[in-house]
């Protein structure tokens, strides 16, 4: 069973600052993606990666996939407080059912 | 055009009773995938519907069935409730051509005592 495990647990900065997250796995993703999930709602797809080395821009979010395809992060510039959230990562395989397997998440707090 | 739907928005049961959960999918959409996603926990795969039939299934007791009606809506039933039952129910929509884009509606939070 694939295993991800996503770094750090819990980050809170300030309006501003710049951070990193991290999802890493025990083997290779067949495609990754990134979530937001704010609280009492379901999580929303921010991007899908599937080439080793590939680097996606969302705005201020800047998403990697590892050349190895076991790991990715997610970086963003100048947290904002709309920025809080649970991140998470998730592995889609591409067989024939889209079973997507979710990392523990990374919670944000971005304060003023 | 609506996104997924979920009835009821929260819900609460004791232990030993059965409780339903509905999904409506996003528009265009034919596949309907349930997870459960316990409190500091990401989400946890349940299974997948399609052409109303199950078509993959996670590690979940049989406990836990489902259906999908004609119009691709769904359901998630659960009987003999037990208190680790208790968490956000999600149900996410996606097509067969664009299995890697899955849409979330907002959960049922469920709650046994």
């Known amino acids: 069973t694939q295993l991800l495990e996503q770094s750090p647990q819990f980050l809170s900065i300030q309006e501003g600052e710049n951070l990193t997250v991290y999802c890493n796995s025990s083997?290779?993703?067949?495609?990754l993606q990134w979530y937001r999930q704010e609280p009492g709602e379901g999580p929303v797809l921010l991007v899908t990666?599937?080439?080793?080395?590939e680097v996606k821009k969302l705005k201020r979010l800047t998403f990697q996939f590892g050349d190895a395809r076991k790991d990715s992060s997610l970086h963003i510039t100048a947290a904002q407080p709309g920025d809080t959230g649970l991140y998470l990562c998730a592995e889609g395989n591409t067989g024939t059912a889209s079973k997507l397997t979710f990392g523990t998440g990374t919670r944000l707090q971005v304060t003023l | 055009d609506a996104g997924v739907t979920q009835s009821p928005t929260h819900l609460i049961k004791t232990r030993g009773q059965q409780v339903t959960l509905r999904c409506s999918p996003k528009?265009?959409?034919?596949?309907v995938s349930w997870y459960q996603q316990a409190l500091g926990q990401g989400p946890q795969f349940i299974f997948q519907y399609y052409e109303e039939e199950e078509r993959q299934r996670g590690n979940f007791p049989d406990r836990f069935s489902g259906h999908q009606f004609p119009n691709y809506s769904s359901e998630l039933n659960v009987n003999a409730l037990l208190l680790g039952d208790s968490a956000l129910y999600l149900c996410?929509?996606?097509?067969?051509?664009?299995?890697?884009?899955?849409?979330f509606g907002p959960g049922t939070r469920l709650t046994v005592l």
């Open positions: 990666v599937v080439t080793g080395g």
């Open positions: 996410a929509s996606s097509s067969l051509q664009g299995y890697l884009a899955q849409y």
């Open positions: 528009s265009g959409h034919d596949t």
């Open positions: 083997s290779v993703f067949s495609s």
